[in-house]
């Protein structure tokens, strides 16, 4: 079942470690069927090497698995937490990748530098707070429903990426090449805003209207970039 | 028609990602024909695996597209600005190359602390000031026209490159292809000023004769640099 | 004699350059056989594009030559020091790989800054002290007796790898795989710990429940990462 | 003529952007045949991609070309006193890698902070005054002139490179691939070192027995790394 989408979902899962985000097993990418509110995910722990789209492990949005031989990522409460949220999500990617694990680890939300940037992530990416003791009992979905309190509050369209303290990152989109486009947008712009944190200890954001500007010069009804209408 | 500029420039344009200055479509690269005063473009957002030369598109220097089926590159207005300002401007590259883009994100113009730097860029890599809300609203023009109101009172042959302040770099030459040999020496150059900066905070630039002596062995009329005489 | 080894200790000592973890000859893997209590490794200074399966020495643990027309790296008495203490270790590896040795070089225990840590190493990775100029007269040996006496106090298994102050890096394992991949995340987490407190100079390490939460997620009886029952 | 030699020099120059310490035309290297007194150096300003062994230039130790219709490598003079000064200098080599020239453009020594810098280097890393803007008349061979003073005073085998401030870096050995593998080395070290004081910056050079230890493991007499006899 949902073949097409567990290719999808497959290919996706084989471009983290071509762009450089993952190392091992340490990532993994979702996307939904809408329709049947399905979703497929990568196995765990499973080298990419050997990994095949009939790997693919099919779940439903109550955790149970659907289809697939093998035990779903770890980190699949936490893509289902998504999914049952946010109706824009589509796909979803967990990566260590390099430079946005070291701010998670840092603690500190990514301040927009520019317009890298804010081309593809409006204002700052967050970096949510550390879970508790108790919220630890059930890690992976607790990390789940602390992205979805703090985008409740926001705009899981217009930031499409979030740090968790300590751990590592997550970024979605309308399906999962999206969000493993936005995963490398994340690392790219966490890279440079490190090395400019460095180059001037005092630099401060982007001006708001700079800001303004390239982020609806992509999105919106006015969008101008690229070849498709908007 | 200028089949063989569009060769050039698509050629220059495949040089980006393979000197790892652009990641998805964060680049372009255009050339002038001064016989004609067109210049051909990269279209927009077009990614660089499916990129054809037959794709780029042919302007003219009042931004009315002469030939093509796609649109051009967003950031065309700026190359039509140096375009029109510098008759020795032959070709033009943007990029949001990583450290180049940490200097423009930090505000700050790159001195020359060394040769490498001093081989191609006499003087300091400026970094222009952000639009204010009035330029924004024509925003491509208005970065070109910054650029041209700075090399107006220098030289844009002796320094063939600039930042715009969070935002990103151009680089230009006589023609595309040394507009791409530019931006490689800006990020080369860019990055080595950061380390430099990071082993010794305290350090100063380059001595001035040092500078002259390296800008001048390559340029000129005593440039004995190469095999070429000048 | 133990052809299937020397093939396993070639194939680990070829992943170190693929890695990116050894530059020329600046790295060795070995793993022993507890049947037999011999233990194949590297020939010493042999470039990994000429070697070959059959070049790899067998030892003993009382450091004799048991089979090899070549010397052994000139690390095996710390290898065999490890082998000689601690059962439980199959495989070793010895590199200068970037970023761990950094840290070596400064002198500091690497913090658990993280969960990417935390999957692998429970707590800090030790940097252990200079040998004295006693000691340096059978250096070799002295290295790996006092990796054993730090460890003699701790756990080899949840710490698979140490930092040799002004030195370099050692890892261990189940086997020589094991070791190699410990050797990988080593470098991975030196990097991410150093970018980290390069963005935030005043980062506390992970809290304990987090650490303890990623490290029994992947080890003991209540694991439940990847595919294999624990 | 010298043919052999013509072809090791040519692949000496190859190697160079393979290990990525050149980008473009920027670095070049030379070994001399101390028979007959002739050095065979790089063409000036060639691109690697088009260098051929039949295009090396052979120069004499008066800087007289005896063979060859290309122009030697700008830099040909500082090599030149190398070898006029060296006898024990059979090649040369000068690039602008990145980390080494981060160092010369802060104009700091680079100290010698662990083992794998003590394995090929005995002290620090020399970082050579400006020259004054009498001896910029004469650059190339000022430059050399100042590295042989320098060396005159030291050990030019023990400390196979050096810096020059604001510019780049020169490394020699027995023979031309020699002194690429010091190029190399310096690379590391220097990249090693900085990241080594970012990490603390407080730290200091490693013990000089330890020092000696490692150099003496490789260098002289009692040495026992590898497989040959010393």
């Known amino acids: 079942m949902l073949e097409e989408l567990k290719r999808k979902v497959y290919e996706a899962n084989m471009e983290l470690p071509r762009y450089g985000l993952v190392t091992f097993t340490w990532g993994n990418a979702s996307a939904i069927d809408r329709e049947t509110g399905l979703f497929v995910i990568k196995p765990s722990g499973v080298e990419y090497e050997k ?6 492990v ?3 949005l109550n955790m149970k698995k659907v289809e697939g031989d093998l ?7 936490t893509h ?3 999914y049952r949220a946010f109706p824009s999500v589509g796909g979803v990617v967990h990566t260590h990748s390099c430079w946005a ?15 890298t940037h804010a081309d593809y992530i409006y204002g700052e990416v967050p970096c949510l707070r550390n879970l508790t003791e108790e919220e630890l009992k059930d890690y992976e979905a607790n990390t789940g429903k602390l992205i979805v309190e703090y985008f409740r509050k926001g705009d ?7 740090l968790c303290k300590n751990h590592g990152a997550f970024a979605w989109g309308k399906d999962a090449a999206e969000a493993v486009h936005n995963s490398v947008v994340l690392e790219e712009v966490a890279r440079m805003a490190a090395q400019c944190e460095m180059i001037n200890p005092r630099v401060a954001p982007a001006p708001q209207c700079l800001q303004d500007k390239h982020y609806f010069r992509k999105h919106g009804a006015n969008a101008y970039y690229g070849q498709v209408s908007h």
């Open 51 to 56: 990994l095949r789209p009939e790997d693919m």
């Open 58 to 60: 099919v779940m439903d």
């Open 71 to 77: 035990n779903p990522s770890s980190d699949t409460a």
């Open 80 to 82: 289902c937490e998504l």
């Open 101 to 115: 694990t070291s701010w998670a680890q840092a603690g500190r939300a990514i301040p927009c530098y520019g317009t």
């Open 156 to 162: 899981v369209e217009a930031v499409p990426c979030a």
